[in-house]
């Protein structure tokens, strides 16, 4: 009987280690204070010269030092991942809010005692392990639940359908979207003839097309991403009783983006761009948050709906089905170290615990074999689920044996069941001791190689999110379009995309079609997908960004200073939004002390040199004699020219209002006689004290995260 540890239930606040952590302890190493030995323990007096036949003469082949130190060296490369290469990953735990036993057996959904470690890895999907966080593309948001019953490995997105209804097709999907093949180019981008050319050719594709195009695809954060299971899968009760289970993340900041210029300046500026905010959210205790959600099915209710719930390119709209929350995960340590971690994790959708269970989306049957077998040659044998971040927290007695990598030391003759040598061990478990059982779905039929007629309706969910979105992000989406298929050079893929596309919305086909050298798309007749039922909605609220949570939390503040500044100003608004839980960052032309006006001194942690406004969410810039020295920058003109046309919150009071007004920001209506805090599109100004009603419009600003309405 597996017991539950203590370190299990042990709170794992910053700095208190979650019991993976404490798993992890004996596999650490801390160098410190240490000599420095061979891989063998061999104490090293010197490794800085080769041996060789005099100072000046050859190098001696014997010098076994060097062999060892360079041969190491030469694999220390393991091949990336064949897709998500490029991630970041972050340490946890889940807390559940409520048992819920008559859904499923799973034990860590039935304690609410018991806090979960997580592992989680994010990714983009096109590019290399070296390429930008903030290219146009799907993330993936794969989450490794170290429960007792095993590992539970929820391997997913942030966007909910997937391109393909078949994993078949994911061969072709991935070769068309990589670089291609004759010369390698480009890099993390979809838009190139061979992506097309397949989706044009493969009408299913279009409803994820519609949400890589859309905002989603460039998010603001990790930790403001959505995350979704993507396929139906099924929980199982106590008593055997399943029912249908689509998993959500619904992270607490929100679900907010980037605009696509933002992105690809971004791109150049900062390919970390993601990575280092998850990093140092977590490093400042700025923990990122999700609440997992569940959309259950009952049996009888499989086939009520206007498509079907195996095929992963429709949603269930929550408007049909909401979404239940059920606990929420908090992640707040970063890895110790980036490979050990990060790289060496395996996600495994196979990775399965009693209760939770797969349904026959053929998407999902592919990938149950995929991951094992990718991690083979990725992590160099079958022994992978050895390697600490892998390994889980529960004990593993089984017989399997030997391979590339064995870090065990198995101390029994019976490698092999049943046995009596071993005392018949280790014994299997039945059901009721936690032993995991398939839901024995009664299946029969002719083999065949033949996709259901109820997959067969490609657009109505395309459609339904086009109709669901705000008027900025159908702007937004529409424009996506148009950038992908201006570099597609064959005009023949772009008029076939155009026309897959015409079949989604006329509104949007006469929006897509402009500049890009393309006839009048032709719609062609929508199939019906048959044996499906009527439930359905023509408008899913819960699709568009635009009704996220809006919050100034975890939100980048840049405050442009010069000598000068009025330091009782920007304290007094910089307290105000650092408590609504903004983050206020110096930006200067010089790092180190800026004196203000006022005796007090700030130290500038960045510089105009290398940030870009794109680096924030918001920009101030307080009075003082400063203001004159910043108007006259041109750099600081382009901070606040980026920042303006990227929509972003912009406040500046007393003199800083003059800065605002020299960068002639194109729109920007700046109340340059107005006393009182003013508001125009996200542009807070203030030439009165008044600092408290100035910054409660600063922070509202800051909040509603982009002011699309300067884009009209
Ligand atoms: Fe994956 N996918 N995938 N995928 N996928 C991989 O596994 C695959 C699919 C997803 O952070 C690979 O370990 C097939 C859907 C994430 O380590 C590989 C099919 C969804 C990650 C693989 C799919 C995903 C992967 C590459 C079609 C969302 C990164 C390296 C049947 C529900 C996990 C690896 C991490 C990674 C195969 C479709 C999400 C090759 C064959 C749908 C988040 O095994």
Known sequence: MPTKKKSDVTPSAAGVPSAKSEELQPDRRDDAGQYLTTDHGVRLPHTDDSLRVDPRGPTLLEDFHLREKITRFDHERIPERVVHARGSAAHGYFELYEPIPELTRAGFLNDTA????VFVRFSTVAGSRGSADTARDVRGFATKFYTQQGNFDLVGNNIPVFFIQDGIKFPDLVHSVKPEPHHEMPQAASAHDTFYDFTSLVPETTHMLMWVMSDRAIPRSFSRMEGFGVHTFRLINAAGKSVFVKFHWKPLLGTHSLVWDEAQLLAGKDPDFHRRDLWESIERGDFPQWELGLQVVSEEDEMAFDFDLLDATKVIPEELVTVRRIGKMTLDRNPDNFFAETEQVAFLPSNLVPGIDISNDPLLQARLFSYQDTQLTRLGGPNFAQIPINRPV??????????FHQQTVPTTRANYHPNTIGGGCPVLAPEKAGGYAHFPQR???????????????????????????????KRHLAKAVRFELSKVERKEIRQRQVNNYANVDADFARRIVEGIDVDPPTPSPRKQASGVGKRSVAVSPALSMANTVKSAKGRQVAALLDEGYSHAEFDAVGKALEAAGARVVVVGKKLGPIKSGDGETVDATKVRLSETSAHFDAVYIPGGASAAKLAAERDVARFLDEAWRHCKPIGATMEGVDVVVAADLDGAKVAAKAQGSTVDRGLVTCRATDHAAFAKDFVAAIAAHRHWEREV
């Open 114 to 117: 018991v806090r979960t470690p």
């Open 394 to 403: 529960c004990p593993v007695h089984n017989h399997q044996q030997d391979g």
């Open 443 to 473: 299946v029969e039929g002719s083999k065949i190689r033949e996709r259901s007629p109820s997959f067969a309706d490609h657009y109505s969910q395309a459609t339904l999110f086009w109709n669901s979105l705000s008027e900025p992000e």
